[in-house]
Every structure is written in structure tokens, then in C-alpha cells.
């Protein structure tokens, strides 16, 4: 049977190959490109990142070092950094990065949907580029900490709307305010200090 001939080709091909083939062209982007087969290995990070720059390339943007370094906070870190803050780890090592260049990049980001940006007061948008999609958030209103809830219930709340709805749901607003557990210590051990003291 000839037409079975292509398929056993395909079988006969490692799979790790194809995926590390179709893969070469945005893992140049990282710096330690990563060897084939290791492709399992590839963090959420990384994977992230490559996400990140090869949207950016693919939309004709040129992708200079302190842009690919600008995407690399945001797809490192998970304290949803303001511009301001992302400026400071960049300029480690680029020193001559402006605070503007950041800025245009992120807007960028955001324009294209590979960052969340989030309106929590106090004068300074931030970001989230691990998770681009509008999910809930919780924030300190003490230290401004914004943390992710990992919980399934909370992911699962949209489509549990349009079940019970009939939406179609196109955006999301819904974070919880309150004290993060480092603050509610401190703020114990303040109040125990100031009870001693008098
Ligand atoms: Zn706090
Ligand atoms: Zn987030």
C-alpha cells in the first residue's frame, strides 16, 4: 500500500527531532540555545519568552537586546513589576537603555496582548507577561504585593459564567484587596512592640 509509505517515514522520524526543527528558529532567540531532545526540559520561562519575541518578530518589530531584555523580566518574573521596575533590572545590563525605551515596549506588549496590565492605584501601572489573558489578582494594599491565586476555582469562573449566562464574555475585572501574610506579621509584631512599650 503506497500511501502508508509517508506515514511510516513520519514514525520513523523521532518526535523530539521534528519538535526541536520547528522550534530552532525561536530558540535562537534565548541565549543558551537548547540541544535537541532536551525540548521537555524547556521551563515555562523560557517558553514564555520565546512565545513573547517570536509575536513580536512575526509582526515585523525588530528585535534589538534591550527589547529581548525588557521581555525577559516580564517573562521571568511573577511580582507584576511596574515600567519603573522593569527599567532598573534592565539597565544592569544595558546601562544605556532609557526609561522611555522600556515604556514603548511594553505598550507594545500590551498592544499586541503579550502583557496584562493592571490599574491597582498609587500613580504606577503593572504587568504581568506570564500570564497575558485578564485573570483575578490578589493585592497587598500594606506592600503592593500582586500574587496570582493558583486556584482552580478561580480559573474556572469564566466558563461557569457562560454556562449559567449565555455570555460572550470578551474582558474581566475581579481582583481581592487586602494584607498579605508578611504584612499581617509585621503588623503584629508592631502592635506587640508598641503593647510592651507602654
Ligand atoms: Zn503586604
Ligand atoms: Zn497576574
Redesign the pocket.
Known sequence: MRAGVPFFIFFLTPPHFLISYLHQEQLSLIQAPIKRGERRRVTATESRLETMAERVRGLGYRMTPQRLAVLRVLANSREHPSVEEIYDEVKADFPMTSLATIYKTVTLLKEIGEVMELHVGGGRNRYDGRRPEPHPHLI?L????ILDPDIATVDSLPDELVRETGYQIVGQRLDFFG??P??QTAQAEADAAEEASA
Open positions: 497587598c500594606h506592600c503592593g504585593e494584607v498579605c508578611a504584612c
